[in-house]
T-cell receptor
């Protein structure tokens, strides 16, 4: 069974701080990794994707992938109250197009 | 910016009735998907569709479910005989299929309530 695991949180950080969200996955045969943001009652919104080991930066967001250790993380710099949401990690396994989602980590940014 | 649209936003139906959920994927995308999210649970894959046929489906997507692209823009999910446990948010997504990552973009969802 291929699994994607996330700490449910809530992760609480003060405004302006760095929020660090982590995700582990069970299968080394994984091709691509995605971070989505989901506000309560809304649909998943793609933040960024990564498929190579290392860091990928996009504005205030940095995704980090370590395939040997089977984890992917998302750093949010200068966190804002509007960043308060559930962050979903998703994995696309090799040979498939379907995404397998984790249960999400709820982030709370305190003003 | 192009986006996936879905109708209706909320559908209420009686157990045993048929429902059709509609989606308009992003216009130049080639791959279409349906996912569902039961309240408080994970987003779960149902089915993917490419070149007018199902390319992949999950165990959830049994004989009561079907998908169709009836014209050049719409993509539909039909549930033949709804059950109470079908109550969930249903999300349509699409991807262009050309990027290495196959990024999928989600619509706003249809909330299905089965009474």
């Amino acid at each position: 069974q291929k699994e994607v695991e996330q700490n449910s949180g809530p992760l609480s950080v003060p405004e302006g701080a760095i929020a660090s969200l982590n995700c582990t996955y069970s299968d080394r045969g994984s091709q691509s990794f995605f971070w989505y943001r989901q506000y309560s009652g809304k649909s998943p919104e793609l933040i960024m994707s990564i498929y190579s080991n290392g860091d990928k930066e996009d504005g205030r967001f940095t995704a980090q992938l370590n395939k040997a250790s089977q984890y992917v993380s998302l750093l949010i710099r200068d966190s804002q109250p509007s960043d308060s949401a559930t962050y979903l990690c998703a994995v696309r396994w090799t040979g498939r197009r379907a995404l397998t989602f984790g249960s999400g980590t709820r982030l709370q940014v305190q003003p | 910016e192009p986006e996936v649209t879905q109708t209706p936003s909320h559908q209420v139906t009686q157990m045993g009735q048929e429902v059709i959920l509609r989606c308009v994927p992003i216009s130049n995308h080639l791959y279409f998907y349906w996912y569902r999210q039961i309240l408080g649970q994970k987003v779960e894959f149902l089915v993917s569709f490419y070149n007018n046929e199902i390319s992949e489906k999950s165990e959830i997507f049994d004989d009561q479910f079907s998908v169709e692209r009836p014209d050049g823009s719409n993509f539909t999910l039909k549930i033949r005989s709804t059950k109470l446990e079908d109550s969930a948010m249903y999300f349509c997504a699409s991807s262009d299929g050309t990027s290495v990552n196959n990024e999928q973009f989600f619509g706003p969802g249809t909330r299905l309530t089965v009474l």
